[in-house]
Every structure is written in C-alpha cells, then in structure tokens.
C-alpha cells in the first residue's frame, strides 16, 4: 500500500469516525463538552444538537477519501488533483486542530467553559488531528517532487 493510500484510508476512517461521535453518538460528545454538573443547565439540549453539524462536515469529507481510495476515479491520477486534494485535507484537519490550541493555551477547561484539551477523548483528537495534519500535507509536498 502506497503512502497517499494509507493516509486516505486514515482520513477515511477519522472523518467517518467524526461523523459517528458528533452526529449519532450526541449525548456521548455532551458529556466530553460540558461538565456533569452543567449538563442539567436548559442550554445543553441546544449544544448536544448543535454538535451534529460537526459530524455533517465530517461524512462528506471522509466519503470523499473513501471513494478516492475505493474508485481511483481518472481525475485523481493527475498530480495536481492529488496535491490539491491532499492540501484540502491536510487544511481539514489543521483547522479541527487549530481551534483547540487557544482552549490549550487557556488551560483547558476554565470553570465550566471550554473543555480539557490534554486529557481524555479530547487530547486524542488534538493529536490526531495535528497528525494527519502533517500526514496529508507531507503527501502533498512529496508529489511536488
């Protein structure tokens, strides 16, 4: 399995995984977000909801690695796809990276806002989305060459 492979089918399997935390497991994403004595407050209802539209980005974005994988179609075989494909996911990811390095910066979870950056479910997708970061983005510079 070639490299650019590999790295489709991880986006694949990350956005697809994204798409299951935030669109159908809900409740479960809440719980990371908001604290347990908050989860009462009559906003969490709207956050657990809202939450879903993370996961509506997400399944297009992995369906799409998955079929570049999967079909091959003609338009991929061409360098300057791959490379601008490449960079849109490597762009994916670093802005679901990027977003939580302010939280980090602050500490993590302050009171009830925010949530902890560096531990639990939240410190693995910091780190695999910083990644798959530069995982995409390593495969997009290695097709300039």
Known sequence: ?????????????????????????????LKILVPREERGNPIAPTLQASVAFLGGMNLPIGLL????LAVRPAFFAAVEAQLALFLFFAACHFSQFVYNVPILLRGGRVGVAYWPVLKGPMLRIFVIDATLFVANFAVAVLLTF
């Open 65 to 68: 690695s998955l079929y570049l």
């Open 1 to 29: 399995m070639r490299l650019a492979d590999f790295i489709l089918l991880l986006n694949a399997l990350w956005f697809g995984g994204a798409f299951i935390q935030f669109s159908i497991a809900q409740g479960n994403t």
